[in-house]
């Protein structure tokens, strides 16, 4: 869970960043970082923390030049450590390069080990650091040859941005699992932009050109923007969970809406999932999309009946369950003239724990309801995320173990409802638009279609525990590391 953005060829290139990474501040907020070159030198800037707290006058004055990376991050990979921070930049034999990265590897551990046995030295516990040394141990001659065949080693998921001191890379991995998009500014053809999400394009002044596709490696540079192919993609294996939580609203997604993908899963959900109410309420912020599609197709009265606190940041985004069982008061309240006396449906986008919801049920029953049905709008989490959304082991995760009669009896609903996997697939792709014209050849892109064997185009493990990619750990894995405190 994690947040890339880059930018090339604009004077401002590290407030521009400053303002991409804030837009993207929903995807990690353990820390934040900027890179930026002047055509020279790289500078780097790195702390624990949200972007706004990060980043000082003091260090935006001396992020110089007019290309720029940078990152938001929540540790999937590595704990939360400065020194686990992004981008990672480094010299190496060839210059200096910074990396930003979002999914995780899933042969890191076994590649690190084969490296520190050939001798490399690790500073860090993430897994990007592994494409850092095997850049650095390729013995291609150019930046792009040596980033394409590092990527050809690594396995898993990537969305990675790269800055040199004249070149941007951008690269995604051959399933294409984490998003990554290009824009370009109003202001030049030679400025673009590079994200995870297009969000802050607008506030920029910047027009969204296309995403970049799985398998790709796109080259900015003073020629512009060069596309290369080096491994074509394998299937189309995009994360469904970006569309039902993790990305905001206002986002495309290889063509995908997320907003209308909630509505259409919110229209599914109450299609599948009838009950009698009087009103029916959203758990702010990533249920409401889903709850006002939901409205629409029952007819039942859409009510804002949860406030959300934005003085704090996401509960869940803090790793420390303790954190979070506290977070769950300060973040939400309810509005009791919405719900006394009232049967409520509540809709949600997902149970993980089980703990919020139960902590909403209650909450909402306090305040006045005569009955609180739950409604999911995806189906039921039993499997943990390998690719870079943090969900917590099997055994935490409440849907690997309880039937839905069972969960509906831990969170204390009248009835619990969750959206089928046929609907979540179906939603998604009644949300997609015809693609957008490229400069990629047709056999490298991977519509978001079914294939003919009716075969859907996205990674579902955490519903269906189908792992397009095995999870590698090395034959004896080392267990101690530096104590950084
Ligand atoms: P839980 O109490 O663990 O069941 O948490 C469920 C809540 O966490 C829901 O309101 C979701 O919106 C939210 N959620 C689901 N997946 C994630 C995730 N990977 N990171 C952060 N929040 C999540």
Known sequence: MCGVFGIYGHPEAANLTYLGL???????????GIATSDGKQLALHRGMGQVIDVFQPRQMERLTGTN??????????????????QPIAVDYAHGQI???????????????????????????????????HLLAVSG???????????????EGAFSLVCLTETKMLAARDRYGIRPLCIGRLKSGDRQFVVASEPTVFSLIEAEFVRDVEPGEIVV???????????????????????????????????????????????????????????VVVAVPDS?????????????????????????????????????????????????????RDKRVIVVDDSIVR?????KIVKMIRDAGAKEVHLRISSPPTRWPCYYGIDTPTRDELIA?????????????SDSLGYLSHESMIESVLASASPREPSNVSSEHRLPMLKDEQGRHPFCDACFSGNYPIQYKTPPRSRQMRLLDV
């Open 68 to 85: 720029a990376i940078g990152h938001v991050r929540y540790s999937t990979a590595g704990g939360s450590l400065l020194r686990n921070a």
């Open 400 to 412: 690997s173990s309880h039937s839905v009669e069972a969960i509906n009896e831990f969170v204390t």
């Open 220 to 278: 900015l540079s003073d020629e512009g923007l060069r596309s290369i192919t080096p491994a074509p993609p394998i299937a189309s294996k995009r994360c469904v969970f970006e569309y039902i939580y993790f990305a905001r609203p206002d986002s495309t997604l290889d063509g995908v809406n997320v907003y209308e993908a909630r509505k259409n899963f919110g229209r599914a959900l109450a299609r599948e999932n009838r009950v009698e109410a009087d």
């Open 98 to 132: 910074a990396i930003a990265h979002n999914g995780n590897l899933t042969n890191s551990l076994l590649l690190r080990e084969q490296l520190e046995k050939s001798g490399s030295i690790f500073q860090s516990g993430s897994d990007t650091e592994v494409i850092v």
């Open 22 to 32: 804030h837009a993207l501040q929903h995807r990690g907020q353990e820390s934040a």
């Open 140 to 154: 291609q001659r150019t930046t792009e040859d040596r980033l394409a065949d590092a990527l050809s080693k690594v």
């Open 354 to 358: 089980g703990t919020t919801s139960r």
């Open 287 to 339: 249920g409401v999309p889903a709850t006002i599609g939901f409205a629409e197709e029952s007819g039942i009265r859409y009510e804002v009946g949860l406030v959300r606190s934005h003085y704090i940041g996401r509960t869940f985004i803090e790793p420390q369950q303790s954190i979070r069982h506290f977070g769950v008061r300060l973040k939400l309240s309810p509005v009791p003239e919405v719900f």
